[in-house]
């Protein structure tokens, strides 16, 4: 019986694709060994679990800390209250989530090689993961589209781009983003229902149909990513150009101080947000890439995919450091924050 159960779970979890092994001395261990479809539990020795549990939980730690500074600062410091900063604090709050929740429920996950939290709570999971995933390009699509009106329209953006409009758009991202991952996991359910005689128990996975695979690919990446694309090329082009009408002026000995200040600290903002979004990119790309290969008979390591998802959720954790280094109201108000001096004015800005 156990041999039959070794080798129906072998083909239920993709055999060597998981961490789980056989020894000679020691038997196959399940998730639920009271359960016939349980799956096969991953072995590791105490030295692995202590390592592991104090990596991940420091950087789950760290992601929340540094993204915490962000939200607190924005929201604290109403000199920081403009359209750009509140894309930021949305942006930062979906980071917040990723480090507060997915992080440590996915490092739980990894560890355990389990899942023991039953089905309700794995979508709830799943909801909060897509979630901060589809808002964070949602915002970043939004970020792109400020810095656009920003450099390239400079004259109409203080009319088209206020603080209000701008909470609407966020409020909207996070709306349809909510929306369309609740209709994509109800879907997904449906199908997941009726291939649930391929699955083994204990695990926390999402399985939808080829259709609904690449559907999102392309509302989830493909679309959000042309855009962001095309905008910024657009924005760094009309960034240079202006560069050069300002040098022109300035040789020229021409009074263009104000107007070229303003320009500059523009196109540092459209910069700095584009470094942003290009460490969004580089993290995503390889993971949306590798996520349909299954699709096309091409089998990927557990090991591969794993590190995949964990270069997206690391993408939490690098974007306060990126305002560390370029935004210098961002190193005033952590100072503020760290050194207890919340009510004092930002008089430095």
């Given at each position: 019986m156990k041999e039959q159960k070794r080798e129906q779970n072998?083909?239920?979890t993709g055999g060597d694709s998981l961490?789980?092994?056989e020894t000679e001395d020691q038997e196959t261990q399940y998730c639920f060994p009271d359960i016939n479809s349980s799956c096969v539990k991953g072995k590791r020795s105490k030295h692995e679990y202590n390592i592991m549990y104090v990596f991940f939980s420091l950087l789950s730690a760290w992601t929340v800390f540094l993204n915490l500074l962000v939200i607190i600062s924005i929201s604290h410091f109403k000199?920081?209250?403009?359209?750009?900063?509140?894309?930021?604090?949305?942006?930062?709050?979906?980071?917040l989530l990723i480090g507060l929740i997915v992080m440590p429920v996915e490092a739980v996950k990894l560890i355990e090689t389990c899942w023991y939290f039953g089905?309700?709570?794995?979508?709830?999971?799943?909801?909060?993961m897509m979630l901060t995933v589809s808002s964070s390009m949602c915002n970043l699509v939004l970020i792109a589209v400020d810095r656009y009106v920003a450099v390239c329209h400079p004259l109409l953006y203080q009319r088209k781009i206020t603080t209000t409009k701008t909470l609407i758009s966020i409020c909207l991202c996070w709306f349809f983003s909510s929306s369309y991952n609740a209709g994509f996991l109800i879907s997904g359910r449906y199908f997941e229902n009726k291939q649930r005689q391929n699955m083994c128990f204990g695990k926390c996975y999402f399985v939808v149909?080829?259709?609904?695979?690449?559907?999102?690919?392309?509302?989830?990446?493909?679309?959000?990513?042309?855009?962001?694309?095309?905008?910024?090329?657009?924005?760094?082009?009309?960034?240079?150009?202006?560069v050069k009408v300002i040098n022109s002026l300035m040789k020229g000995g021409k009074c263009a101080m104000e107007g070229s200040v303003r320009r500059k600290s523009e196109s540092k903002a459209a910069l700095t947000l584009g470094i942003i979004v290009a460490i969004y990119l580089l993290c995503y790309i390889p993971f949306y890439i590798l996520h349909i290969l299954p699709v096309t008979g091409t089998m990927i390591s557990s090991t591969t995919m794993t590190f995949l998802i964990w270069s997206l959720y690391i993408n939490?954790?690098?974007?306060?450091?990126?305002?560390?280094f370029f935004y210098r109201w961002f190193k005033i108000s952590v100072k503020h924050i760290l050194t207890c001096k919340l009510f004092a004015p930002l008089l430095e800005l």
């Open positions: 072998k083909l239920l961490m789980a092994y000199k920081l209250h403009t359209p750009t900063n509140m894309i930021i604090l949305s942006l930062a709050v979906a980071d089905d309700t709570l794995c979508e709830l999971f799943m909801i909060i149909s080829f259709s609904w695979i690449f559907t999102d690919l392309f509302f989830s990446f493909v679309l959000p990513c042309t855009l962001i694309i095309t905008l910024y090329l657009r924005i760094f082009y009309v960034a240079h150009q202006q939490s954790s690098l974007n306060p450091l990126v305002y560390a």
